[in-house]
């Protein structure tokens, strides 16, 4: 662990975010980690929480799965299950959210046993038909939840409520034990969209998917990134690829160990900061691969080898960024040392 960047990962703030979320929830709380937690780290995100007191947990793929195995959590996989994974699939550390006639047909003819099952209720992305479910298709299926996802729940889009009376209605007409809608800013709309179990992934994170979250969530992650070089730029002289930034004034300059290429992205050149204390510290010109430079003209005393926290709070980062908040999360990248603090 001596990288020259890494994520100081606050574990209070996340569990308290789940908590929050349980609260709002009015019922079960479940995790999404796929995706190594959002960036964050799995196994490090799901231990804290299954301590918390959530016991559902969301994944891709069954290669992460298989990676949180030793914790010995509920592990349900979103993807489902291919004949690729059957395998892997009847190893009994997850089981799969069947998502197609396929897979339902699939898992029987393997033998069945615990399974849940997503329905498309108009998103048209996984899922297997409400008809279907009236048909029978999964009568004698053991499934402990049944859920579906919402297309536009961070906006004030008619399709919620269509999307929610369309999954309301499967009530009573399959059989499965609960019944699950709601991601992180289905959430923020209202106790309606929770019924048995929630699976917010974002919002675990300091993500802010709608403003009635706002309030209720703490940041949890801020990339930390050490200094290469210090340097005095003139009056005229410009900095960093294509020469974005020209000095006006003399000015000092830091160049920071961080880059595109640990998701600090290119949409924050000229516009990212960092700071020292309190000492703001905007990015100037442009961030390249591995590097990023920062005005350090309000703080004499920083020097090579000294450490700065770059500013991340998710939504506005997002604004600054154009990148989405979830992008800011799983581009986070695999160089970072990954810093759990109390
Ligand atoms: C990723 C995912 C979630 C979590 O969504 P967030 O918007 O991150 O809260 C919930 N359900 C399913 C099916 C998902 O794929």
Redesign the pocket.
Known sequence: MNAPHRLRLDSAALVANWRALAALSGTACGA?I?ANG?GLGATEVARRLAEAGCRDF?V?TWAEAEALAPLGLPVAV?HGVRAEDMARARGGFAWP?LNTDQQVARWRGSGGGRCDV?VDTGMNR?GITPAAISDGTLDGLEVGTL?S?LAS??EDSPLNARQLAAFAALAGTHPAERM?L??????GIGRAYAFDLT??????YG?V?RAELSDVLRQVVTPEAQILQRRRLQPGDVIGYNALFTAERPTEVAILNLGYADGYWRGFSQRGSAYAGDAWLPVLGRVSMDLTAICVDAAPDLAEGDWVAIDYALPQASALSGMSQ?ELLTGMGARYDRVWTA
């Open positions: 999404a796929k959002y969301f891709a979103l959210v997503m996984l859920m996802h729940a961070d699950s709601a991601n992180s800013a289905a959430i699976r917010p992934g974002l919002a675990l993500g998917p979830y």
